[in-house]
């Protein structure tokens, strides 16, 4: 199980506007927090700052609360796309070692969720 911050439909829409995606694999879902827990985060002030990819996946880069880095050191994202074959979690090495493009700050507030399974429990929606 993990942690984190659902993204909404306007969020996913701005994103599929914006950065139409490179691989077959969409994603596009949500920002983690924390893996192996179970506390639903509060609901997050969320900023887009950078867009990175390589061969093995896109993304981009978020803030959550004023924070890039996540509790295990990580850069908090949304992952785009990743070709056949990868996996979501090959964006946190993308984010080692591709570079960074910085974008106009996209604003939007996450949904705090936790995982069980395929399935993610959310709090209830404040705002968008």
Not at 104 to 120: A, E, L, M, P
Request: net charge negative; hydrophobic share 40%; with cysteine.
């Amino acid at each position: 199980m993990f942690t984190g911050w659902m993204i909404n439909d306007n969020v996913r829409d701005y994103l599929l506007a914006k950065f139409a995606p490179t691989y077959d694999n969409v994603r596009m879902s949500h920002i983690t927090h924390l893996v192996d827990a179970v506390d639903i985060p509060v609901d997050a002030d969320i900023a887009i700052y950078a867009y990175v990819r390589d061969e093995h996946s896109e993304a981009v880069l978020v803030e959550v609360n004023g924070t890039r880095i996540r509790p295990d050191g990580k850069k908090y994202h949304i992952t785009i796309s990743f070709p056949d074959g990868g996996k979501a979690s090959d964006t946190n090495d993308t984010i080692l070692n591709a570079t960074h493009l910085y974008i106009d700050r996209f604003c939007f507030t996450g949904r705090g969720f936790v995982s069980k399974g395929d399935q993610y429990i959310t709090t209830p929606l404040t705002s968008i």
